[in-house]
């Protein structure tokens, strides 16, 4: 389930998670919420940032965490070195007036500092598989060069257990600052304005290869670095006793690059993925050696090789948005309305398999190793061109509400929300994806060139965005009614019944953007049933053209994924401060998409 964060004054952006010291406030929403609220089908919660007073206030802090005062990590054999710990996470604030009991200022910066051990038992190839001897065969089995080169890039054993027979516990390093800077002004007795801005940097290696089969040895982790703005204006007007209006802009910015750290060289070993060694991004690394169940810490399978297949990518999100809310109250009903748009640009780079996939599963019965040994891989895949895809789309929410006080102990709450948002596209037309309806003809397996043949492709089904507009129908037909009830059985507040339903909607991104993006003519792949190393005379060429692309197809009528939530909870105060609650909720997704 997706989770929005919502920072009053801000954009609405989880782009963020605010220091706990510049927190006034929070509250969490966890089911049927009201209609003000949408986008998704999680919790909701809402964040306060404090504001500066005539006070003059701040703080300073220090946390910290050494693993001189920490207990040894269960899996960190008493054989092995303890595995390390440094953290730090320390910070300060300060608020008070610019002009005395008009103009206020806070601000807020907090730092994070870690380096932490990472304990991680896996396989490693045996001294005697290295050389072609394997259990269960009669005679050694040759290795090719090629092979005996990688093998050598495997650590050696240096434990006896049954979960695995190589330890390792490398260092993870993060590196965090944020600020913040508010600034509050009173234009009048009615007229409020609110402004600020906070940025975020992000420094983490991953020792571990994260993501899509990663690797269980260390020399292939992952740099992840990265910073994030939020900026926002917050204008709240009393239009009368009874009449409350508040607009909202916001921007939000996120920029993170993920790639392998510099690793062995693929061009050191003789295997032409098209990368000269030394390429940027870690692009010139050796492809990823997969092996069944390489990636399962503490499966009897050895570890995969190499990095992961998802990097580099980079992934740079411009949010902007503007929300405007009307609060209206009488005796009896508390009136809301308001309507939120975002227009967002979502600019990617996924550079997937571009230095390489190299599988081995076992043939004929013999472990995948025997076959690494021999040269002989299940599979081999890999992309080529330019990964990098401009998305945009626009989102629009439109809600009405009202807390309607039936009687002094009944409460009626209801609602009805509408959101539209626009089909997701690519700034450049670079998307691309299959209509059955338009198949004529088969592709050629024996065209070299399949793949970018715009004809064929064509004549297959195949459509780009400049054929269709739009590579999936857009859904209008996004209600989201609420309605709640609360009952306060006894009129004595002690005893309340309550109860809701409502239906909640998430937005068209997802996995979409990085699925289309991986469809020809804009993103060829390379992929081959059994291909060899370049010194098996049997199998020459490691990456050669497909003769069918890998093609992944978007609905063509695609409907927002929504979902039903409903729930009923019983309240009963209890002597001491104390307080029985007994409840039933239930989510049922009704439509769904990965």
Not at 68 to 85: E, M, Q, W
Not at 360 to 374: E, K, P, Y
Not at 464 to 479: A, E, L, M
Not at 508 to 530: E, K, T
Request: aromatic fraction near 12%; charged fraction near 15%; glycine fraction near 10%.
């Amino acid at each position: 389930r997706l989770l929005a964060v919502v920072v009053i004054g801000g954009a609405g952006e989880a782009a963020q998670l605010p220091s706990i010291d510049s927190i006034q406030e929070f509250e969490v929403q966890t089911n049927t919420f009201a209609a003000e609220y949408g986008r998704n089908t999680g919790s909701v919660v809402n964040l306060v940032t404090k504001s500066g007073t005539n006070q003059l206030h701040g703080s300073l802090y220090e946390f910290f965490r050494n693993d001189v005062l920490d207990a040894r990590n269960y899996f960190n054999r008493d054989t092995f070195p303890k595995s390390g710990l440094h953290l730090n996470q320390f910070g300060g604030t300060l608020g008070g007036h610019i002009i005395k009991n008009n103009t206020f200022f806070f601000l807020n910066y907090e730092g994070f500092r870690r380096r932490a051990g990472i304990t991680r038992i896996t396989n490693v190839p045996t001294l005697d598989q290295r050389a072609g001897i394997f259990a269960g065969l009669p005679n050694p089995v040759p290795v090719t060069p090629t092979s005996a080169a990688l093998f050598n890039l495997f650590p050696k054993p240096n434990l006896n257990d049954p979960s695995g027979n190589f330890i390792s516990s490398p260092e993870q390093t993060d590196g965090t600052d944020q600020f913040l800077v508010k600034v509050d002004h009173r234009l009048r007795e009615s007229d409020n304005l609110s402004a600020r801005y906070s940025r975020t940097r992000i420094d983490t290696f991953f020792p571990f290869t994260p993501g899509q089969s990663g690797t269980n040895v260390p020399g292939y982790g992952v740099n992840d670095n990265g910073a994030n703005h939020l900026v926002a204006i917050n204008y709240t007007r009393v239009l009368s006793p009874r009449t409350l209006n508040e607009a909202r802009l916001g921007f939000t910015r996120t920029n993170v690059q993920l790639a392998t750290e510099p690793g062995p060289q693929a061009a050191d070993f003789g295997i032409n993925t098209g990368w000269p060694a030394g390429s940027p991004l870690g692009l010139g690394n050796i492809p990823q050696l997969s092996f069944s169940g390489g990636f399962v810490s503490g499966s009897a399978s050895v570890s995969n090789l190499g990095g992961a297949i998802d990097q580099p990518n980079r992934t740079a999100i411009n949010t902007y948005q503007f929300v405007d809310n009307i609060s209206h109250t009488t005796a009896r009903h508390s009136l809301k309305a308001g309507v939120d748009i975002r227009y967002t640009q979502l600019n990617r780079l996924y550079d997937l398999a571009f230095s390489g996939q190299v599988s081995f599963s076992g043939t004929s019965g013999q472990d995948a190793l025997v076959n690494f040994a021999q040269g002989l891989s299940s599979g081999a895949l890999q992309f080529v061109g330019d990964s990098h895809r401009n998305f945009r789309n626009t989102s629009f929410g439109f809600f009405g509400q009202d807390s309607f006080k039936l009687r002094r102990n009944l409460t009626l709450n209801y609602g009805l929300r509408y959101e539209l948002n626009t089909v997701l596209n690519e700034a450049h037309g670079r998307l691309s994806s299959f209509r059955p309806q338009n198949f004529t003809t088969f592709l050629d397996p024996n065209d070299p060139n399949i793949q970018t043949n715009l004809d064929a492709l064509h004549a297959a089904g195949v459509v780009t965005q400049h054929d269709v507009g739009d590579i999936y129908d857009p859904d209008y037909n996004n209600f989201a009614p609420r309605v709640g009830v609360a009952w306060d059985i006894f009129g004595n507040g002690k005893t309340v019944l309550r109860s809701g339903y409502g239906v909640f909607y998430e937005t068209i991104i997802g996995n979409i953007p990085g699925n289309v993006m991986l469809n020809p003519p804009f993103l060829p792949d390379f992929f081959n049933a059994f291909p060899g190393w370049p010194d098996n005379p049997a199998n020459p060429a490691v990456f050669a053209p497909s003769g069918f692309p890998v093609l992944t197809v978007t609905q063509q009528k695609l409907r927002t994924p929504y979902a039903q939530h409903y729930n009923l909870v019983l309240q009963q105060q209890l002597p001491g401060r104390s307080l029985f609650e007994i409840a039933g909720q239930q989510r049922y997704r009704a439509c769904e998409y990965q």
